[in-house]
């Protein structure tokens, strides 16, 4: 019922820049903090960054000063844009999110199909 669709990803040249985006649809009570995640190959899935309710970010040291997350709470919508971007950036970005679907009902996670980034010259 909660759908997460994910936009922006490609291909760019180191020191480039991309801008994702992750919209919320369907039947959402509130949300709580949303986020973005990596995987690249024969990798764990990552933290990137998170964002907070009340505005609040946590950045990974390895993309601090590079990448910038922001939400719109109108359009039940989290954007990373990804400055200067290194070979290492390269990966599957997946957008999470954690929001209540009712009054009562628990607080859940919920994830993006996932979009490739990579960077290469």
């Known amino acids: 019922q909660v759908q997460l669709v994910e936009s922006g990803g490609g291909l760019v040249q180191p020191g480039g820049s991309l801008r994702l985006s992750c919209a919320a649809s369907?039947?959402?009570?509130?949300?709580?903090?949303m986020g973005w995640y990596r995987q690249a190959p024969g990798k764990e899935r990552e933290l990137v960054v998170r964002i907070a309710d009340n505005g609040t970010t946590t950045y990974a040291d390895s993309v601090k000063g590079r990448f910038t997350i922001s939400r719109d709470n109108a359009k039940n919508t989290v954007y990373l844009e990804m400055n200067n971007l290194k070979p290492e950036d390269s990966a599957v970005y997946y957008c999470?999110?954690?929001?209540?679907?009712?009054?009562?009902?628990?607080?859940?996670?919920?994830w993006g199909q996932g979009t490739q980034v990579t960077v290469s010259s």
């Open positions: 369907g039947r959402i009570f509130s949300i709580n903090d």
């Open positions: 999470n999110i954690r929001l209540r679907r009712a009054r009562w009902g628990p607080t859940s996670d919920y």
